[in-house]
Structure formats: structure tokens, C-alpha cells
């Protein structure tokens, strides 16, 4: 299912080149919440939306180029000022677009198609727990999107906490798992970025409504969530399992993705402060 819902996605960017595309169309259209179309999009395919998006169009602004359309009407065609889409053209191909018809260039980028590669069985182990509504309550901000290594503006938010905050968070504490979780949330729609920003939290799991203004929430619905365990070394072991949470375990899943974001708690090896046992939570429908 998520692979028929990935590869029409594809055919409905092809369909829509032309036009100002969002994360929520995209997303809406294949029934899919953005927050994890995009990250499925990354880790099944190595790329960025946004990276496969822009050499498609440029893929396409090749063939009209050769057909000896206008330098001018190509970049409008596809949302692009004449000087950023020489830029764009000359970066992506090596040649100036007016160099195209005359030289007879083609710069071909094939259309993506999903499919499941069958690999060397990897243990995952999970646990199925049921939550009522609850709060993640805690301090955030605007963080760089980050997929390896670790992330130093997590780094400063983290240092940031003031003690009355930690105390807080601490009293209001009341529902499993009780450590100090981080949430992702919020990243940037925005294609024409490379790059982008997301929201991060560093906070706890309450049912408390009465939260002082010190402190910021994201409400969470009752849900389903399926807990990823795993232990080895911080940050590598937690990033990888993300990564074969999208690529590994969710293509072949019986459960869809609610709209709910993740969040994961680490707890460190005293004797080893490099390696660390995580718990990665993933918010299901079914």
C-alpha cells in the first residue's frame, strides 16, 4: 500500500511540474501526512523532495530547450527567474541553456519508481502501547534539519533549560515512558530550499492541563504507538533505526502513519557515555 501510495506520488509531481507544488498537495493527494511522506521520500530514495522535484523540472526544461523553445518562457514554465534558472540549468547540467539547442545536449533525469529490495533479514524490536490524549510539554525552537551526527543547535537548546523548567517538567511528569523525550515537528515545506528548519522540543509526557507559560505543548490525541528499542552507539544506532523505520519496516507494515509526530528518549551507558538504549515512538492508525 505505502508503495502504490509512494510511486502515484511520483506520477501526480510528473503531472504537476509546472506548477507551484506544496508538501500538502503532494502529501494530500496520496493520503500520506506530510511529516513522514517527506522523510519515507528521503530515506527510500537518497534524495530530498526538493532535489528530486527541481532535476525533474530541469530535466524537462532540457527537452523543451531542445525543441528550441525560448530561454525566457522555459523559466517562467517552470517558476524560475531567467538568472536562477541559468544558475540552476548550468549547475545541474554543465552547460548554459542557451548552449542547448545549438549543441544538441540531453541531461537525462529518469523518473523515480519505488519498490520494495529484499535485503539481509534485520531484527527490530518492537512493542505495541496504547496512550490516552496526553501533552509533550517542554522548551523548543527552530532547529537545521539534520540526518547524521549530532545536531549542536539540539545541543544548545538542551544547555538552555533553565532549572525552574526542568522542575516543572518534572512535577507535571505523569505517563509512560517517563524520561525526557525530543519531538521533531513542523519542518520547512518550502522547495526551493536544499535545506530546510524544523521545530524541536526537549520535554516529558503529562496529562496536566495547568502548564505555566515558562513551558511550551504540542497536544497529542489517543493513539496507537509502536515502540522501536535499540542500543549501541549515540547518535549512530537512533539515526539508523529511523532510517530503517522508513526504508525497512514501514513499506512492508500493516499499520499507517497517524499524523502524529515521533519522538524518542535516550539513556546513557554509565560506564560508556558513547553508547546509549533509545526507544523511538511511532504514532500508528490501526
Known amino acids: 500500500m505505502i508503495l502504490k501510495q509512494l510511486n502515484d506520488s511520483i506520477e501526480f509531481i510528473d ?12 502529501s494530500n493527494f496520496v493520503g500520506l501526512p506530510g511529516q513522514h511522506y517527506k522523510k519515507l521520500f528521503i530515506f527510500l530514495s537518497g534524495m530530498s523532495l526538493s532535489e528530486y522535484i527541481k532535476k525533474r523540472k530541469l530535466h524537462f ?31 545541474w547540467s554543465g552547460y548554459l541553456p542557451s548552449q542547448i539547442a545549438e549543441e544538441q545536449v540531453l541531461i537525462s533525469f529518469p523518473k523515480l519508481s519505488f519498490s520494495i529490495s529484499t535485503k539481509g533479514g534485520t531484527d ?3 512493542r505495541i502501547v496504547e496512550q490516552p490524549a496526553f501533552k509533550i510539554v517542554g522548551v523548543q525552537k527552530r532547529v537545521p534539519m539534520q540526518y547524521e551526527g549530532v545536531n549542536e543547535e539540539i545541543e544548545k537548546l538542551a544547555q538552555s533549560i533553565t532549572e525552574s523548567q526542568r522542575k516543572e517538567m518534572h512535577d507535571v511528569q505523569n505517563i509512560e515512558p517517563k524520561e525526557v523525550v525530543n519531538v521533531s515537528y513542523d ?17 516529558v509526557l503529562t496529562t496536566v492541563d495547568n502548564i505555566s507559560d515558562q513551558l511550551d505543548a ?6 496507537k504507538w509502536i515502540v522501536f528499542e535499540n542500543e549501541g552507539e549515540f ?3 537512533l539515526q539508523d533505526t529511523y532510517a530503517k523505520i ?35 515512538w511511532v504514532a500508528v492508525k490501526n
Open 124 to 126: 527490530m524490536k518492537t
Open 61 to 91: 526544461a532540457n527537452i523543451d530547450l531542445l525543441n528550441n523553445e525560448a530561454v525566457t518562457s522555459v523559466a517562467t514554465k517552470y517558476s524560475y527567474s531567467v538568472d536562477g534558472f541559468t544558475r540552476a540549468f548550468k549547475s
Open 246 to 280: 522508513y526504508s525497512e519496516w514501514l513499506p512492508e507494515s500493516e499499520y499507517d502513519l497517524a499524523d502524529i509526530p515521533m519522538f524518542s528518549f535516550t539513556k546513557f551507558n554509565e560506564d560508556n557515555k558513547n553508547v546509549a538504549y533509545s526507544e523511538i
Open 15 to 26: 503531472e504537476n511540474l509546472t506548477s507551484n507544488l506544496s508538501l500538502n498537495e503532494i
Open 235 to 237: 547518535p549512530k544506532v
Open 187 to 203: 519542518a520547512d515545506e518550502d522547495f526551493i530550499k536544499e535545506e530546510g528548519d524544523l521545530t524541536h522540543m526537549i520535554g
Open 218 to 223: 504540542i497536544n497529542i490525541d489517543k493513539s
